[in-house]
């Protein structure tokens, strides 16, 4: 039997916070998918102290970027732009079409966790994955984080 200690990759795509309205956008930490086959997202959402609602909520949107060609292993500042092919995705797209992949509102079981897998760019440039956490409307304060976890490395074992 294999282990999974050493064939997974954890990484913080974005750090525990309490969100509020008026934190604005919230952007993760850049996920490296060079060297990995397989990409799981889990979003995580505390108890919300406040109200969320069909008009206030908090999105977690899917980004990606090419690696800088003057400075390898570094996303490309200028080339994010939201995930929108639902074939690179498992799980469901709550909206494609802005790359949201969670959304925690009051249909969404809080605390909870929602699970996304990223099977690959329809772009092949995309090297760089993250995260952002989008407050829309006036939603309450929201505990918040998002983990990454690579699988099926191109080697081992896997180094933190």
């Known amino acids: 039997m294999r282990d999974l200690y050493n064939n997974i990759k954890t990484s913080v795509a974005l750090a525990p916070q309490v969100i509020t309205s008026g934190s604005g956008t919230l952007t993760g930490a850049a996920i490296d998918i060079q060297g990995f086959d397989s990409l799981d997202f889990d979003a995580m959402a505390g108890t919300e102290a406040g109200v969320l609602c069909a008009t206030a909520y908090y999105d977690i949107v899917l980004q990606g970027a090419e690696d800088d060609p003057a400075n390898i292993g570094t996303p490309l ?51 760089f994955l993250r995260v ?20 099926k ?6 180094t933190q």
């Open 77 to 127: 500042a200028s080339t994010w732009a939201d995930v929108t092919d639902a074939d690179d995705i498992l799980g469901t797209f709550v909206d494609a079409a802005n790359g949201v992949i969670a959304r925690f509102n009051d249909t969404t079981a809080t605390p909870g966790v929602v699970k996304v897998g990223y099977v690959g760019a329809t772009q092949a440039e995309v090297r």
């Open 132 to 151: 952002l956490a989008v407050p829309v409307g006036v939603p309450g304060n929201l505990p918040i984080a998002v983990l990454a976890s690579q699988g």
């Open 153 to 158: 490395p191109h080697g081992m074992p896997v």
